[in-house]
């Protein structure tokens, strides 16, 4: 392992994963780019998923466990994992999810050739409980683009991102356990002050979720996307304009 070469810190939070997580582990100690550390918390799993993570912590020194001592949830569990990154670069991974040996290599070489991006995410494929492949995203590639409603599973995944948290004030990458069900989309409008948003062209990651399931998730929490709009141009010096913020709600209704 190269130490002259930036650390990547993978967040991994954990809640009853044992169906996928052992296929989720595989992908991330098999990553091309080997200055990693793999960060997991068992958020208080009834299943085999404790078990899993001690199996691949004697394969893998790079993997470190912690448990909760009660369910905690995703907000809080995630919070815990930032406070213990020690790297340079941050990711976020399902732990349901796969990803591309090359991922990590492609989007670290993108950041470090683009000092003004503060986030790469990348295309996903979206696959079901059989790994069968349901769909694919077509995110902008573009900051600007991409600025116009920086989304979760709309404009960007956000399981797909890698950030350079030294473009960031210390404690901006701070989860709000009261912005569910766009948890998400609040870290994107954190970003926006302190770089550009980018997503590569590349199928890098296989998401286990329906892509559909994003547009209902925005007709049946609108008053919460109303919220995190406001909160977004009071708080996070992100001025999006009413209408494109909401377009994708829009074509939801309509089909369009």
Request: proline fraction near 5%; charged fraction near 25%; aromatic fraction near 12%.
């Amino acid at each position: 392992m190269n130490k002259d070469k930036p650390l990547i810190s993978i967040l991994l939070p954990v809640h009853n994963s044992g169906m996928y997580l052992e296929s989720c582990l595989e992908s991330l100690i098999k990553q091309t780019y080997k200055q990693i550390e793999i960060i997991a918390i068992d958020d208080f799993s009834n299943d085999n998923s404790r078990k899993i993570l001690n199996k691949f912590k004697k394969l893998d020194k790079r993997l470190k466990i912690y448990k909760n001592v009660k369910r905690y949830g995703i907000a809080v569990t995630l919070n815990r994992l930032i406070s213990k990154a020690k790297g340079q670069f941050v990711t976020v991974m399902s732990s349901d999810d796969i990803i591309a040996p090359q991922k990590l290599k492609k989007q670290i070489n993108y950041l470090l050739q683009n000092q003004n991006i503060v986030a790469v995410g990348s295309q996903c494929a979206f696959i079901n409980e059989f790994n069968k492949k349901i769909g694919f995203s077509n995110f902008p590639l573009e900051s600007e683009a991409i600025y116009q409603n920086p989304l979760h599973g709309i404009n960007m995944q956000f399981e797909t991102v890698l950030i350079n948290k030294s473009l960031l004030p210390k404690d901006i990458l701070k989860f709000n356990i009261n912005s569910r069900p766009f948890i998400f989309s609040d870290i994107f409008m954190k970003l926006i002050p302190y770089g550009k948003l980018a997503n590569l062209d590349e199928v890098l990651h296989l998401h286990r979720r329906n892509p559909n399931e994003y547009f209902e998730d925005l007709k049946k929490n609108i008053l919460s996307l109303f919220k995190l709009w406001l909160r977004s141009k009071t708080f996070y010096s992100y001025q999006p304009p009413f209408r494109s913020f909401f377009s994708p709600v829009i074509k939801s209704v309509y089909n369009i």
